[in-house]
């Protein structure tokens, strides 16, 4: 609570450059997170928007510096994380992880990007050019397939960063952003693009069902598209399709093969 009332005064006024730095440092090793989960898994993960205001302030402190690893040169604000043998996280050069950003044991970085204030849990794929980007939340057996794209948020403090729960399976090249759900074990089929306002159509019934911002947990999701009218006509506008359910009696493992291999998804 102190250190929260400081950031809060730094925010109104003088920058206090010591709380605003053990913010950041408590988000690196993971004592500290943007959002939380809820107990009830049914429930609304809850955002600390001052924990946003300190990442955005270190912005504002930080100076811009040179850093050199090996050939390479980087001129950035934020430096890499490091330690990652001792945190048992592989990363797989030219893969970036932020100073800021943490990865539980057994995250594997391949050559994508974790931005500052994410967090990526246990035994989740980062894969060839996946972004994590600031302040998204990833749980653990998550697989970001190559190219998956999760929008960042900083700004305004206390809006949803994008979540991902534990054992979803997003697909080649999909995207999420603007503060979308992913629930757990959701399966995203490649290409798939959901924002705030992308309609999530449950075609499993009799009567479709169009929600937005949240996919179901163990859904079965492709990229589709609605007829919607303009004044110069009526066009197809992106949505995503619920087509069906990762299945309850079978290992993760298992229920992915049988999801892709009934429904036809493409990863």
Known sequence: ??????????????PDRAAIDDVVAKLDRGELRVAEPPVDPQGEWFVHDWV????LLYFRVRGMETHETGAYEYHDKIPLKRGLAAQGVRLVPPGHIRYGAFCERGVVV???????????????????????????????NVHLSGGVGLGGVLEPPGARPVIVEDGAFLGSRSIVVEGVRIGREA?????????????????RGTTEIVTRGAIPPRAVV???????TFPAGTYAVPCAHVIGERTESTDKKTSLNQALREFSVAV
């Open 1 to 14: 609570m102190e250190l929260r009332a400081r950031i809060e005064m730094s925010w109104d006024g003088s």
């Open 52 to 55: 946003m205001k300190a990442i």
């Open 110 to 140: 391949m050559p994508g990007y974790v931005n500052i204030g994410a967090w990526v849990g246990g035994g989740t794929m980062v894969d060839t050019w996946a972004t994590v980007g600031s302040c998204a939340q990833v749980g653990r």
């Open 187 to 203: 399966v995203l089929g490649a290409n798939v693009v959901l924002t705030a306002s992308t309609p999530i159509v449950d075609v």
């Open 222 to 228: 492709i990229p589709g598209m609605r007829p919607k």
